[in-house]
């Protein structure tokens, strides 16, 4: 089992900036994926940034690409999604996510496991 917690999400002005936390416990991430997806009122849930938590490789949704960049700190096992440049369409709940190495980030349904989201809203 792999449990996940959210943290860091708030409101912020559009152009602003801001860091989500996702903390994780349980097994060894060696063989997995993380990945933040999010998802808006009236809208399915949508894949933003994935990266391999051993390796390191990185993943963007084209919408965030250049604004937003996934990280973690093997020590502290801590995924981050820090946000610059931010609009009033990043507005979502942002679900940290982690499902196995091999797979689609895309597809939804291949998340094994699922953190309980953070509300981000970032006003215009």
């Known amino acids: 089992q792999v449990q996940l917690v959210e943290s860091g999400g708030g409101v912020v002005q559009a152009g602003g900036s801001l860091r989500v936390s996702c903390a994780v416990s349980?097994?060894?991430?060696?063989?997995?994926?993380m990945a933040w997806l999010r998802q808006a009122p009236g809208k399915e849930r949508e894949f933003v940034a994935g990266?391999?938590?051993?390796?390191?490789?990185?993943y963007y949704a084209d919408s965030v690409k250049g604004r937003f960049t996934i990280s973690r700190d093997n020590a502290k096992n801590t995924l981050f999604l820090q946000m610059n440049s931010l609009k009033p369409e990043d507005t979502a709940v942002y679900y940290c996510?982690?499902?196995?190495?091999?797979?689609?980030?895309?597809?939804?349904?291949?998340?094994?496991?699922w953190g309980q989201g953070t509300q981000v809203t970032v006003s215009s």
């Open positions: 990266i391999i938590w051993s390796g390191g490789d990185t």
């Open positions: 996510a982690a499902r196995s190495i091999d797979g689609n980030y895309y597809r939804v349904h291949e998340y094994l496991y």
């Open positions: 349980g097994r060894t991430l060696n063989y997995y994926a």
